[in-house]
C-alpha cells in the first residue's frame, strides 16, 4: 500500500466510502482500515484528513447536510406546488433506497445515537430539525393553498412524513422488497392531498 499525497479528491473520496459504509452497514461497524484497504492506501493518509472517526463523521454529516439543503433547494425551484414538493422530497428516499437499499445516513445513524460521538450525534440532529423545518414550510404553504389536509400543527405533521418515510426505508429493507418503501410513501402522500 502507498501512502497517498494529500489532496481534496483523496478527502472526497474517503469521505465517499465512508458514507457507502455507513448507509449499508452502520457507524460503528467500520473502521479506518476497512476504509484503506478499498482505497488502497495506508490508514495515516486517512487520519492525515481526518485525525478521529468522530472529526471524519462530522465531515461527513455536514457534507450529507449541505448536499440534503441543495437537493431541498432544487425541489422549491422546480416544482410548482406543495404536493410536487412533497413527492419529489420522498423521491429523494426512494433514490437513496433503490441504491442498493441503502438507507439515509441520517436514519441509519439515528439507531445507532446512543453510541455515537456528541459531535457526530448533533450533526444528526441537526439534519432532522432542518429537514422538519423546509417540510413544516411545505405543508404550511399546502394547508393554507388548500392542497393538502392535516390535524395538527404542519411541524408535527412534518416529523410524521419524515417518520414514515425513515421507518419506510429500514421496514422495506427488513422485508428486502424496495417496491414496500414506494407503496408506503405513495400511500401516506395521498391521505395528505386534500379532498
Not at 112 to 118: D, Q, R
Not at 127 to 135: A, D, G
Not at 172 to 177: F, I, K, S, V
Request: charge should be positive; hydrophobic fraction near 45%.
Amino acid at each position: 500500500m502507498t501512502i497517498a499525497k494529500p489532496n481534496g479528491r483523496t478527502r472526497d473520496r474517503i469521505l465517499d466510502i465512508a458514507q457507502r459504509l455507513i448507509q449499508s452497514r452502520g457507524y460503528n461497524a467500520f473502521s479506518f482500515s476497512d476504509l484503506a484497504k478499498e482505497l488502497g492506501i495506508r490508514t495515516a493518509s486517512i487520519h492525515y484528513h481526518f485525525p478521529t472517526k468522530a472529526d471524519l463523521g462530522v465531515a461527513l454529516l455536514r457534507r450529507y447536510r449541505q448536499n440534503f439543503r441543495d437537493e431541498l433547494g432544487g425541489i422549491a425551484a422546480r416544482a410548482d406546488n406543495p404536493l410536487r414538493h412533497l413527492a419529489r422530497f420522498a423521491a429523494l428516499f426512494e433514490r437513496t433506497f433503490s441504491a442498493d437499499n441503502q438507507l439515509c445516513l441520517c436514519g441509519m445513524l439515528s439507531a445507532e445515537v446512543a453510541t455515537l460521538p456528541k459531535p457526530v450525534a448533533g450533526e444528526v440532529e441537526r439534519f432532522f430539525e432542518e429537514t422538519e423545518r423546509w417540510l413544516a414550510q411545505v405543508l404550511a404553504a399546502g394547508k393554507s393553498a388548500g392542497l393538502v389536509a392535516f390535524d395538527g400543527t404542519a411541524r408535527a405533521q412534518a416529523r410524521m412524513l419524515l417518520a414514515v418515510l425513515e421507518g419506510a426505508m429500514v421496514v422495506a429493507r427488513g422485508m428486502r422488497h424496495g417496491t414496500h418503501f414506494q407503496g408506503m410513501a405513495r400511500d401516506y402522500l395521498a391521505k395528505l392531498k386534500a379532498a
